[in-house]
């Protein structure tokens, strides 16, 4: 197969040389939209950006991923998600990137699985790897400085985990889409409380379901249950019991449901044990004016406003209390706020100019870089 070479320059929108940018998913799990896990909405939202400023995009992603630039599928990993899966998995990109690295011209690389080290290219190209996930989850020695790559965290409340020798470059905080307001039309008619997201024990959902169960409200629960042993067991033991007094679960929904969910819940409940380096599904929340009540858990006390959007608390109880007093936030105010600070086109728009940047150093050194 011949080399495919970069796009006439007259295509960028800043007339800049334009780029070849090669977005690397986490093996298991497909980019679309509305998926499940933060950071495949996040490479989502990169590579609409990537094509949309007259970059050449292209992604490796399991089969049935959907994105605007070229998809390079790989085979989707069906059935249990242990330990083979996982390998067979990470065999099938690491031949994906050796391929397309050989038949395109790539300027740069991005990374955002967690298992980024097994399939880390060899090829002299720049790297970036944006950590999704809390630092001390990585692999020991993940982290280490290599020859031109940039490691991104997503929040300050991240970076400040990382270890000492972790060669963090800077903090890309995430951003969302802002939707077009919609009616609130089951606020007052059958009000109701959401959970949303991943279905697994980190989350701490259960404890969202215990919390609106104590205050008498439904609690609906939004999301994807991914097949690994650990998020099914989890599901049939403390979630499936719950679901009784309006409790419901809806499964995975699509980007109109979603949106309409989080505009119609008096509140998100973020009840999360883990310390979260984002919450895509808080930020989407306050942009359609709906309040958050979430556990002090990482860069969610960033992302809450304590008693100016939400309410954050430490316990069952506390949540039980905030959703009985949720009338106090002010959804206007959780919308401004929203577009102040969650801005999707001020995340992509960083990761362009760094990518403009280590794709123009001809030996770059992550010190060379504006922090």
């Not at 996930?133 to 991240?158: H, K, M």
């Not at 679901?243 to 995975?252: A, I, K």
């Not at 406003?305 to 506390?318: C, H, I, K, N």
């Not at 940047?357 to 870089?369: D, H, K, M, N």
Request: hydrophobic letters at 40%.
């Amino acid at each position: 197969m011949a080399r495919v070479r970069k796009s006439d320059p007259a295509e960028t929108r800043s007339g800049a040389m334009p780029l070849t940018i090669l977005n690397v998913s986490y093996p298991l799990a497909t980019v679309t939209d509305d998926a499940a896990g933060g950071a495949e909405q996040v490479l989502a939202m990169l590579d609409q950006a990537i094509v949309r400023n007259g970059h050449r995009s292209l992604v490796i992603a399991p089969n049935g991923s959907k994105c605007q630039g070229r998809l390079i599928a790989t085979e989707k990993v069906s059935g249990v998600l242990d330990d083979s899966a996982k390998r067979l998995a990470r065999l099938l990109h690491r031949e994906a990137i050796r391929k397309t690295l050989l038949n395109f011209d790539v300027d740069l690389v991005h990374l955002h699985g967690i298992d980024f080290p097994e399939y880390f290219p060899d090829a002299d190209l720049p790297k970036v790897v944006t950590l999704h996930l809390p630092c001390e989850w990585y692999a020991a020695d993940a982290l280490q400085s290599r020859p031109r790559t940039y490691y991104i965290c997503v929040s300050n409340s991240q970076k400040r985990t990382c270890a000492a020798n972790a060669s963090i470059h800077r903090v890309v905080e995430n951003g969302v889409r802002f939707p077009e307001p919609l009616s609130k039309r089951n606020k007052l008619a059958r009000p109701f409380v959401l959970g949303m997201g991943r279905i697994c024990p980190e989350k701490g959902l259960h404890l969202a379901m215990d919390a609106a169960r104590e205050c008498g409200i439904r609690f609906l629960l939004a999301g994807t249950v991914y097949e690994y042993p650990e998020h099914r067991w989890y599901f049939e033991k403390e979630i499936r019991p719950r679901l009784q007094q309006g409790h419901r679960f809806l499964g995975s929904v699509g980007s109109k449901r979603k949106n309409q969910l989080l505009s119609d819940a008096l509140c998100l409940l973020v009840p999360s044990l883990a310390p979260e380096t984002s919450s895509l599904v808080a930020m989407e929340a306050m942009s359609h004016g709906t309040p958050v009540v979430a556990f002090r858990a990482g860069a969610l006390c960033e992302i809450v406003d304590d008693g100016r959007t939400g309410f954050l608390v430490d316990s069952v109880e506390q949540m039980s209390e905030a959703i009985a007093n949720i009338q106090q936030i002010n959804p206007a105010e959780c919308r401004r706020q929203a577009e102040r600070r969650f801005s999707v086109t001020r995340m992509t728009d960083e990761y362009l100019a760094l990518y403009r940047q280590i794709a123009v150093l001809r030996q770059p050194a992550p010190s060379e870089l504006e922090s």
